[in-house]
């Protein structure tokens, strides 16, 4: 990841701050745990532009049907297989295999694993069509074809190992070979149907529940375009054009560093959907200009993390496993983004008023105005950005069209840029970057999608998940809370050790089914499921993005996680919101506008979480006037706030009006007493900042 840099521009009183691209040849790793990788040179670097090209060919031909393959009509899993074989046997020549293994060459070990795995691919691909006519996934398979097999189960399974860590495996590997013992007596409600070897190898290459399955199918039909688009967005100049609108638009507000981190961290996620990217691409820029501003080296390290970590939360381009959600619930992706949108922005929201509660309390100002980007002028370096976002939600949400949008927009942006930009004209030398960016994302998210469709298909051919889903009502007493509860602190757990698809797919096969049995709205389940997962990002000990962040701003890394729970903490109750009543994920009758009340009320609601929180309420003052009542009237205000937040009725055994009528009745002596208590302390000093 290259650093971004900051110049400066000669002004007749000041030195107004301009902020570089920060992305320049920068790769978009998406969701690996392993940051120890082999930048591929020469031959190989060439091998994979090439793969790279041929796959995005592949996927326009597929999705636009324009019939490359002249007389012959490709299968669905021909492509599938297609794109394994040109994606993954890059991962071995990518990733290293130990911490040992060097960098600057390729082993011939890793060779061998990458020629071995392409040959299988090939094979499988050759005989798929053959398969579905005859049934192989369900036995009389040729032996060669259960060789290429367990080839691809063993190859796929130490891919998963290098992109994902070893967590990943050891939470994943077990359920690949569960059918092989389903019938065991110890396995108790995991018992199921048994399957032979043969017959668990031929469903798990040949059929399409497996490797063939969902997460697969949602790379080769949208992820691949949506990815191509972000990386020619950043490519193009829009990181500079994000954040210095982000400078100009919040700069000068109290706390304005870190709102323009909230708002240039949110503007490139909606782009990007990738947290580790957001946190090393804006964190450059942001950490160092907060931390002039006052702000504690951790803070500003956990502030930049909670707001890229909204990136695999806000549409239009989500992260991958929004896609995968897409798949499991077979809808298209632009339901999911709508979904999205309500959920996003409370999040967002939250982080405004922590940021501002917590910058009023420590007297922290904005920038000056002479110190910041003009509007009209950063606008009039990126006007085209805003037409090809346009174009991209006009396409996704008007017309419906999520496999072809993002192709299009990638087109009009490459077409504006080479016409009105000088400085980021692509030249050859840009495509050959372009393609090697976007071929390392696809292997690595072909090595995590394929090995964790294993987990589906071992579920399906043992038929476990129906009375699974019972047991678990069983043991929740058909209590929704409890099982709420029961899948969210799973949720947490597992997405320490998985990525947040890996997190989501076990998820979504194992304890959804149970909560849809309550008559949960399915859409808002999933999001609840996805929502907990990535958590994890944010949530000690694993905090990938506090630990990313906390290393830019130079600030100790566990310190950096807590804070970052503590800014973040409004993630952890939107989920139980939205599921509450799915309006706040526009699903149900007068989604709308339901929704859009709900929100209102939780906004409000959340203005009082936060400052509660951060011990400066808006309107009120800082709560330390109240002396030793501060901390019972912060304790107050959190309750009172997340009791007015709640959606009634549903599974609520209170109607709407009633929860906010009780979050009032705590809310509004809360705020009286804190009134009182406050403007009898004499003002503090003018700037004053705490430690």
């Given at each position: 990841?290259?650093?971004?840099?900051?110049?400066?521009?000669?002004?007749?009183?000041?030195?107004?701050?301009?902020?570089?691209?920060?992305?320049?040849?920068?790769?978009?790793?998406?969701?690996?745990?392993?940051?120890?990788?082999?930048?591929?040179?020469?031959?190989?670097?060439?091998?994979?532009?090439?793969?790279?090209?041929?796959?995005?060919?592949?996927?326009?031909n597929q999705q636009f049907s324009l019939r490359f393959f002249v007389g012959y009509t490709q299968l669905n899993t021909e492509y599938f297989y297609l794109l394994i074989a040109l994606m993954l046997p890059f991962t071995f020549l990518i990733f290293p295999g130990t911490e040992r293994a060097p960098?600057?060459?390729?082993?011939?070990?890793?060779?061998?694993?990458?020629?071995v795995t392409f040959a299988a691919a090939l094979l499988l691909m050759s005989n798929v069509r053959k398969a579905a006519e005859a049934g192989w996934e369900f036995g009389g398979a040729p032996t060669k074809v259960i060789a290429a097999g367990l080839v691809m189960w063993v190859m796929l399974m130490?891919?998963?190992?290098?992109?994902?860590?070893?967590?990943?495996?050891?939470?994943?590997?077990?359920?690949?070979?569960?059918?092989?013992?389903?019938?065991?007596?110890?396995?108790?409600?995991?018992?199921?149907?048994?399957?032979?070897?043969?017959?668990?190898?031929?469903?798990?290459?040949?059929?399409?529940?497996?490797?063939?399955?969902?997460?697969?199918?949602?790379?080769?039909?949208?992820?691949?375009?949506?990815?191509?688009?972000?990386?020619?967005?950043?490519?193009?100049?829009?990181?500079?054009?994000?954040?210095?609108?982000?400078?100009?638009?919040?700069?000068?507000?109290?706390?304005?560093?870190?709102?323009?981190?909230?708002?240039?961290?949110?503007?490139?996620?909606?782009?990007?959907?990738?947290?580790?990217?957001?946190?090393?691409?804006?964190?450059?820029?942001?950490?160092?200009?907060?931390?002039?501003?006052?702000?504690?080296?951790?803070?500003?390290?956990?502030?930049?993390?909670?707001?890229?970590?909204?990136?695999?939360?806000?549409?239009?381009?989500?992260?991958?496993?929004?896609?995968?959600?897409?798949?499991?619930?077979?809808?298209?992706?632009?339901?999911?983004?709508?979904?999205?949108?309500?959920?996003?922005?409370?999040?967002?929201?939250?982080?405004?008023?922590?940021?501002?509660?917590?910058?009023?309390?420590?007297?922290?100002?904005?920038?000056?105005?002479?110190?910041?980007?003009?509007?009209?002028?950063?606008?009039?370096?990126?006007?085209?950005?805003?037409?090809?976002?346009?174009?991209?939600?006009?396409?996704?949400?008007?017309?419906?069209?999520?496999?072809?949008?993002?192709?299009?927009?990638?087109?009009?942006?490459?077409?504006?840029?080479?016409?009105?930009?000088?400085?980021?004209?692509?030249?050859?030398?840009?495509?050959?970057?372009?393609?090697?960016?976007?071929?390392?994302?696809?292997?690595?998210?072909?090595?995590?999608?394929?090995?964790?469709?294993?987990?589906?298909?071992?579920?399906?051919?043992?038929?476990?998940?129906?009375?699974?889903?019972?047991?678990?009502?069983?043991?929740?007493?058909?209590?929704?809370?409890?099982?709420?509860?029961?899948?969210?602190?799973?949720?947490?757990?597992?997405?320490?050790?998985?990525?947040?698809?890996?997190?989501?797919?076990?998820?979504?096969?194992?304890?959804?089914?149970?909560?849809?049995?309550?008559?949960?709205?399915?859409?808002?389940?999933?999001?609840?499921?996805?929502?907990?997962?990535?958590?994890?990002?944010?949530?000690?000990?694993?905090?990938?993005?506090?630990?990313?962040?906390?290393?830019?701003?130079?600030?100790?890394?566990?310190?950096?996680?807590?804070?970052?729970?503590?800014?973040?903490?409004?993630?952890?109750?939107?989920?139980?919101?939205?599921?509450?009543?799915?309006?706040?994920?526009?699903?149900?009758?007068?989604?709308?506008?339901?929704?859009?009340?709900?929100?209102?009320?939780?906004?409000?609601?959340?203005?009082?979480?936060?400052?509660?929180?951060?011990?400066?309420?808006?309107?009120?003052?800082?709560?330390?006037?109240?002396?030793?009542?501060?901390?019972?009237?912060?304790?107050?205000?959190?309750?009172?706030?997340?009791?007015?937040?709640?959606?009634?009725?549903?599974?609520?055994?209170?109607?709407?009006?009633?929860?906010?009528?009780?979050?009032?009745?705590?809310?509004?002596?809360?705020?009286?007493?804190?009134?009182?208590?406050?403007?009898?302390?004499?003002?503090?000093?003018?700037?004053?900042?705490?430690?």
């Amino acid at each position: 990841m290259s650093s971004a840099s900051i110049s400066t521009i000669p002004e007749s009183e000041a030195k107004r701050v301009v902020f570089d691209d920060p992305h320049g040849a920068a790769a978009n790793m998406q969701e690996a745990e392993v940051t120890r990788v082999r930048a591929l040179r020469g031959v190989w670097r060439w091998a994979l532009v090439i793969a790279t090209a041929a796959t995005i060919l592949l996927c326009i031909n597929q999705q636009f049907s324009l019939r490359f393959f002249v007389g012959y009509t490709q299968l669905n899993t021909e492509y599938f297989y297609l794109l394994i074989a040109l994606m993954l046997p890059f991962t071995f020549l990518i990733f290293p295999g130990t911490e040992r293994a060097p960098l600057d060459r390729i082993p011939w070990y890793d060779l061998l694993f990458s020629l071995v795995t392409f040959a299988a691919a090939l094979l499988l691909m050759s005989n798929v069509r053959k398969a579905a006519e005859a049934g192989w996934e369900f036995g009389g398979a040729p032996t060669k074809v259960i060789a290429a097999g367990l080839v691809m189960w063993v190859m796929l399974m130490e891919a998963l190992r290098r992109t994902g860590g070893w967590s990943l495996l050891l939470s994943v590997f077990p359920f690949t070979v569960y059918p092989l013992f389903a019938e065991s007596g110890w396995l108790g409600p995991f018992r199921g149907t048994q399957s032979t070897l043969e017959q668990a190898t031929a469903y798990h290459v040949l059929s399409g529940e497996s490797l063939l399955g969902i997460p697969i199918q949602a790379f080769a039909d949208t992820v691949i375009g949506f990815l191509v688009f972000g990386t020619a967005l950043m490519m193009t100049g829009a990181g500079k054009f994000f954040i210095n609108l982000a400078f100009a638009l919040c700069g000068t507000f109290r706390g304005g560093a870190a709102k323009v981190c909230i708002f240039a961290s949110g503007l490139l996620g909606m782009m990007s959907g990738s947290i580790i990217s957001n946190v090393l691409t804006a964190g450059t820029m942001t950490i160092p200009v907060m931390k002039k501003s006052g702000f504690r080296a951790s803070y500003a390290g956990a502030i930049e993390a909670c707001a890229s970590t909204g990136a695999v939360l806000a549409p239009p381009v989500m992260g991958a496993t929004a896609f995968v959600i897409a798949q499991f619930l077979n809808v298209s992706y632009a339901d999911v983004a709508i979904a999205a949108i309500i959920p996003a922005a409370l999040y967002y929201i939250g982080l405004f008023m922590q940021v501002d509660s917590y910058a009023a309390r420590h007297g922290l100002k904005g920038i000056p105005r002479a110190d910041l980007p003009r509007i009209m002028d950063t606008i009039k370096d990126g006007w085209y950005y805003v037409f090809v976002i346009a174009l991209l939600i006009v396409m996704l949400l008007y017309f419906k069209r999520e496999s072809h949008a993002p192709f299009y927009a990638t087109a009009l942006l490459l077409v504006l840029n080479q016409l009105f930009s000088r400085d980021t004209r692509w030249t050859l030398a840009t495509i050959g970057k372009f393609l090697e960016v976007n071929g390392r994302t696809f292997v690595e998210l072909v090595g995590i999608l394929a090995g964790c469709g294993l987990l589906i298909g071992a579920f399906s051919m043992t038929g476990v998940v129906s009375s699974l889903a019972n047991d678990l009502l069983h043991i929740a007493g058909d209590n929704p809370f409890l099982l709420l509860g029961m899948c969210a602190l799973t949720s947490l757990i597992l997405g320490l050790g998985l990525t947040t698809t890996a997190c989501y797919i076990f998820l979504a096969i194992l304890v959804a089914p149970a909560l849809e049995k309550l008559g949960l709205n399915k859409m808002a389940v999933h999001m609840f499921i996805f929502y907990w997962g990535m958590l994890s990002s944010i949530t000690p000990p694993v905090a990938i993005a506090s630990f990313a962040a906390a290393g830019i701003a130079g600030s100790p890394a566990m310190k950096t996680g807590w804070e970052s729970m503590w800014v973040g903490s409004i993630i952890y109750f939107i989920p139980f919101f939205f599921v509450l009543n799915p309006a706040l994920v526009l699903q149900g009758p007068s989604p709308y506008l339901t929704g859009l009340g709900l929100m209102a009320l939780a906004a409000f609601g959340t203005l009082f979480i936060c400052g509660g929180i951060q011990g400066y309420q808006p309107f009120v003052g800082d709560l330390r006037g109240a002396g030793a009542l501060e901390w019972p009237l912060r304790v107050l205000l959190v309750i009172g706030g997340f009791v007015v937040a709640t959606p009634g009725g549903g599974i609520m055994p209170l109607s709407q009006m009633q929860v906010t009528l009780l979050g009032l009745a705590i809310l509004v002596p809360t705020v009286l007493i804190a009134l009182l208590l406050v403007r009898r302390q004499p003002p503090m000093p003018d700037g004053l900042r705490i430690p």
